[in-house]
């Protein structure tokens, strides 16, 4: 995933489209670390990474927003 190095690349309809794939991923990352933190066996290493990727999307869902959504202050 190389998305921070292409943003400027990408038309606003490309991205929006990333965006929903991204956060649709972010989602799912959600429930998969709710559903480990659930289980008291749970792989802490396997939590980590997954959070890590979560906070990953993050940072990549915020680019595009603000990309798409810029401030503009009048």
Do not use: G
Request: without cysteine; aromatic residues 6%; negative net charge.
């Amino acid at each position: 995933m190389n998305a921070y190095s292409d943003l400027s690349m990408k038309s606003e309809d490309v991205l929006r489209v990333e965006l929903e794939e991204f956060r649709r991923e972010h989602r799912d990352l959600d429930e998969a670390i709710r559903a480990l933190q659930l289980n008291a066996t749970a792989d802490q290493l396997t939590l980590q990474r997954l959070k890590k990727k979560k906070l990953y999307l993050r940072d990549i869902i915020a680019r595009i927003e603000d990309r798409l959504y810029p401030d503009i202050i009048a």
